[in-house]
């Protein structure tokens, strides 16, 4: 790579790869490079609208790139910002913001196209809270939130839904949970 960095990596729909701003310990950064398996070289690409530390990075439905949150600067400036990448283009675009900046959260595609971000922290909180992205509008809504605040991590599973399971936190570390996107009402959990 041409700039030393930790940050998020994101296959691509061509095959190629994806790695944009750092994680923790590194300052946070704008720029991104594309790695290309079939040649073995690195090549930089746009950079991102901001500098992002430990945010993350969802392949979405139609090949786009979505970059949630992370930390612009210390953990005292946390972002609530989006913005989503086009492997066609090369380029970068602002997208909608979350309701509560987030960093250490985790980030799923769901199979109806959406984008489910669960827990991180704010300030050094941990959060509970969840959101949705919807890539058809570039907003997001709030949906039901956690049993747990945590920073763990996510899967969708074959049935769609999401297991959320460990991460920091005095429960959140020993639990897990299910987000269901199908049941009625907004994000119904339950234990795992």
């Given at each position: 790579?041409?700039?030393?960095?930790?940050?998020?990596?994101?296959?691509?729909?061509?095959?190629?790869?994806?790695?944009?701003?750092?994680?923790?310990?590194?300052?946070?950064?704008?720029?991104?490079?594309?790695?290309?398996?079939?040649?073995?070289?690195?090549?930089?690409?746009?950079?991102?609208?901001?500098?992002?530390?430990?945010?993350?990075?969802?392949?979405?439905?139609?090949?786009?790139?979505?970059?949630?949150?992370?930390?612009?600067?210390?953990?005292?400036?946390?972002?609530?910002?989006?913005?989503?990448?086009?492997?066609?283009?090369?380029?970068?675009?602002?997208?909608?913001?979350?309701?509560?900046?987030?960093?250490?959260?985790?980030?799923?595609?769901?199979?109806?196209?959406?984008?489910?971000v669960a827990g991180g922290q704010d300030a050094g909180k941990l959060?509970?809270?969840?959101?949705?992205?919807?890539?058809?509008?570039?907003?997001?809504?709030?949906?039901?939130?956690?049993?747990?605040?945590?920073?763990?991590?996510?899967?969708?599973?074959?049935?769609?839904?999401?297991?959320?399971?460990?991460?920091?936190?005095?429960?959140?570390?020993?639990?897990?949970?299910?987000?269901?996107?199908?049941?009625?009402?907004?994000?119904?959990r339950r234990d795992a």
């Amino acid at each position: 790579m041409a700039t030393e960095r930790t940050g998020t990596a994101t296959l691509l729909a061509d095959g190629r790869v994806l790695v944009a701003g750092s994680v923790d310990g590194r300052p946070a950064l704008a720029s991104a490079e594309i790695y290309d398996p079939n040649t073995g070289t690195w090549s930089a690409t746009a950079s991102m609208p901001i500098a992002r530390g430990i945010p993350t990075a969802t392949r979405l439905s139609d090949g786009k790139v979505l970059v949630v949150g992370g930390q612009e600067g210390d953990e005292q400036h946390l972002l609530a910002s989006a913005d989503l990448f086009d492997p066609n283009t090369g380029a970068w675009s602002r997208s909608g913001s979350l309701a509560t900046p987030r960093v250490y959260h985790a980030a799923i595609l769901l199979a109806d196209g959406k984008v489910l971000v669960a827990g991180g922290q704010d300030a050094g909180k941990l959060l509970s809270s969840a959101e949705i992205y919807d890539p058809n509008t570039g907003r997001w809504s709030a949906t039901g939130s956690m049993a747990a605040e945590r920073a763990g991590t996510a899967v969708r599973l074959s049935d769609g839904k999401v297991l959320i399971a460990g991460g920091s936190g005095s429960q959140g570390s020993e639990m897990a949970e299910i987000y269901d996107p199908g049941a009625p009402g907004p994000g119904v959990r339950r234990d795992a």
